[in-house]
């Protein structure tokens, strides 16, 4: 298989990102001309106008250092395992914020929605999921979507299945990882399933589309979450770049004190 050129490479990126040349060469505080050149292979980037044409493009740092390798140079960014010497502060932060969060659920996932690491809380409510979508590696969509995941309990699933696929839809454009094309594929090929519980009506909680909760029927009733998505700020190493944690915080008081009492009883 024929590696692609440098300039094949960010030509790509750039189209991916819907920039014109005249955009990115503006963005970037280059000529048309030169970048034209730096697409078509007439002049070879430098080391650093690589990694300063990636920045402009918001390319992943996995996919920088394939930049760099057709440029001819070596890559720049480390990949280590979480549980690399390097990576301990980091891996004690994510520790530390999972905990945190108790009674509610929390989680760590990697760039393909692998379950990296998660609290007592999410283990309380994924209970009764197919034990085969439970066996590492999690991935957590499959989980979440499946017909012998969570989809059954979840009240709400249509609205809540659009959420997650319009996710990942995205996350397919910015990193254009044929794995994620991958799972998309799967994931949309799941038969639609009916709630088995009516979701929370919308005067006890509207959030008028701002925010997509998530309804899951428990043998506590239907709780209601609402989640964000956190990642490390200027990563320089492609591990933490790919970490994201997920974290469920409850959209009512009645899910609040369910989880509380949750808690208390596993305790």
């Known amino acids: 298989m024929a590696t692609q050129s440098v300039g ?3 030509r790509e990126w ?7 040349q005249l955009d990115l060469a503006c963005e970037a505080d280059i000529s048309t001309r030169h ?19 990636a920045e402009q493009l ?36 994510i520790d530390l914020v999972l905990a945190g969060h108790e009674p ?3 989680l760590t996932v990697d760039r393909h929605w692998t379950l990296v690491a998660a609290n007592s809380a999410v283990g309380r409510l994924i209970g ?10 999690v991935n957590v969509l499959r989980l979440s979507l499946h017909p012998k995941g969570l989809a059954p309990r979840i009240a709400n699933l249509p ?17 254009a990882d044929p794995a994620l094309s991958t799972l998309m594929g799967e994931l949309a090929a799941y ?53 994201a944690l997920e974290a469920f915080f409850p959209a009512d008081a009645a899910t609040a004190d369910a989880l509380r009492q949750m808690a208390a009883a596993a305790a």
């Open 35 to 53: 970048l034209s050149f730096l697409e078509t292979g007439r002049s070879l980037p430098s080391r650093d106008m690589v990694l300063h044409l």
């Open 8 to 10: 094949d490479l960010l």
């Open 58 to 93: 918001d390319v992943p740092l996995r996919e920088r250092n394939v930049l760099l390798v057709a440029a001819g140079f070596a890559p720049v960014f480390a990949e280590r395992p979480l549980q690399d010497p390097a990576l301990k502060s980091a891996r004690q932060a």
């Open 159 to 175: 609205e809540w299945r659009a959420h997650l696929l319009a996710r990942l839809r995205r996350q397919i454009e910015v990193s």
């Open 104 to 106: 509610y659920p929390a």
């Open 14 to 20: 750039r189209q991916r990102r819907r920039m014109s």
């Open 191 to 243: 038969p639609a399933l009916g709630p088995t519980s009516p979701p929370r009506p919308a005067n006890q909680r509207d959030f008028a589309g701002i925010l997509v909760p998530l309804q899951l029927a428990t043998e506590a009733g239907t709780l209601s979450f609402l989640s964000t998505t956190t990642v490390f700020g200027t990563p320089l190493d492609i591990t933490l770049s790919e970490l």
């Open 128 to 137: 009764g999921a197919d034990p085969s979508l439970l066996q590492p590696p």
